[in-house]
């Protein structure tokens, strides 16, 4: 089992930024394909960013070239930097991790374990 449990969400005006974290505990971190998704209300999970174990990163179009995923195996912590929210940047972040070795990296199924979510909320 792998424990994952989010921080670093809240409230910010557009154009801020926020850097989320996301604490593993069990099984061998770099190990694991990570990855970050998020929800808003009303709409479907979709799919941020993830770093493989080998550290290859991928984005979501709608945040390319304003977030930054990244790990640090020696801490179990994968990060996410936002920089220039936007307020449709809205909603529940959650972490995952999975280690399957036909890994696509955009589908939520590919990962087993998730943490609870943190809220993101971008004032216009």
């Known amino acids: 089992q792998v424990q994952l449990v989010e921080s670093g969400g809240g409230l910010v005006q557009a154009g801020g930024s926020l850097r989320l974290s996301c604490a593993a505990s069990?099984?061998?971190?770099?190990?694991?394909?990570l990855a970050w998704f998020r929800q808003a209300p009303g709409k479907d999970r979709e799919f941020v960013a993830a770093?493989?174990?080998?550290?290859?990163?991928f984005y979501g179009d709608s945040v390319k070239g304003r977030f930054t995923i990244s790990r640090d195996n020696a801490k179990n912590t994968v990060y996410l930097q936002m920089n220039s929210l936007k307020p449709e940047d809205t909603a529940i972040y959650y972490c995952?991790?999975?280690?399957?070795?036909?890994?696509?990296?955009?589908?939520?199924?590919?990962?087993?374990?998730w943490g609870q979510g943190t809220q993101v909320t971008v004032s216009s």
């Open positions: 770093v493989s174990w080998t550290t290859s990163k």
């Open positions: 069990g099984h061998t971190f770099s190990n694991y394909q």
């Open positions: 995952a991790a999975g280690d399957a070795s036909d890994w696509s990296p955009t589908t939520s199924r590919f990962y087993d374990y």
